[in-house]
T-cell receptor, first 111, second 112 residues
Framework: DAKTTQPPSMDCAEGRAANLPCNHSTISGNEYVYWYRQIHSQGPQYIIHGLKNNETNEMASLIITEDRKSSTLILPHATLRDTAVYYCIVRVDNQGGKLIFGQGTELSVKP | NAGVTQTPKFQVLKTGQSMTLQCAQDMNHEYMSWYRQDPGMGLRLIHYSVGAGITDQGEVPNGYNVSRSTTEDFPLRLLSAAPSQTSVYFC???????????FGQGTRLTVV
């Protein structure tokens, strides 16, 4: 699985959009980009995933660059409850739940 | 719906003791896995299973054994606990070719 690089921490004002970047320059054509988050040492929670098209669900949007070497997770209106560590993971989709976590980005949403 | 259930939530062991961390899921998922998380770090994969009777090693398998006799259960065994195994352990399950892994709430293990 390709490696990912994320900033260790970010701040965001409550109500503003949070944009979390991820670099995955060695991604292969059959590898998907996944995002999970972990709130205060709870079990990680799935957010969204995509292959090459931009994706949106009720939680977030995922923007993948055309060359697929980087992506951005967007939380459109961050709340205090979005304070968490966000993990960007790249893997082949048929690997099921085999996830290789990096260090993630610690997002602090401030009032 | 229970989802993924881990027991116990907390455990203190003495060095050399053995114990089993339990993980059960009620979603009929083929794929189950165990992770450990040390302070300030991301999760690391210990062992995983793609179905009953099939297990494989992850990133950090040493010191741990697993078995998968049923689809629902995936216990993690520590045969001789060491202080280096002090960690938070998470179990997860998913459909084999699925997009989303579901995690339990974790077992906080301290080995003294």
């Amino acid at each position: 699985d390709a490696k990912t690089t994320q900033p260790p921490s970010m701040d965001c004002a409550e109500g503003r959009a949070a944009n979390l970047p991820c670099n995955h320059s060695t991604i292969s054509g059959n590898e998907y980009v996944y995002w999970y988050r972990q709130i205060h040492s709870q079990g990680p929670q799935y957010i969204i995933h995509g292959l090459k098209n931009n994706e949106t669900n009720e939680m977030a949007s995922l923007i993948i660059t055309e060359d697929r070497k980087s992506s951005t997770l967007i939380l459109p209106h961050a709340t205090l409850r979005d304070t968490a560590v966000y993990y960007c993971i790249v893997r082949v989709d048929n690997q099921g739940g085999k996830l290789i976590f990096g260090q993630g980005t610690e997002l602090s949403v401030k009032p | 719906n229970a989802g993924v259930t881990q027991t116990p939530k907390f455990q203190v062991l003495k060095t050399g003791q053995s114990m089993t961390l339990q993980c059960a899921q009620d979603m009929n998922h083929e794929y189950m896995s165990w992770y450990r998380q040390d302070p300030g770090m991301g999760l690391r994969l210990i062992h995983y299973s793609v179905g009953a009777g099939i297990t494989d090693q992850g990133e950090v398998p040493n010191g741990y054994n697993v078995s998968r006799s049923t689809t629902e259960d995936f216990p993690l065994r520590l045969l001789s606990a060491a202080p280096s195994q002090t960690s938070v352990y998470f179990c997860a399950s998913s459909v084999y070719r699925g997009s989303e892994a579901f995690f339990g709430q974790g077992t906080r293990l301290t080995v003294v």
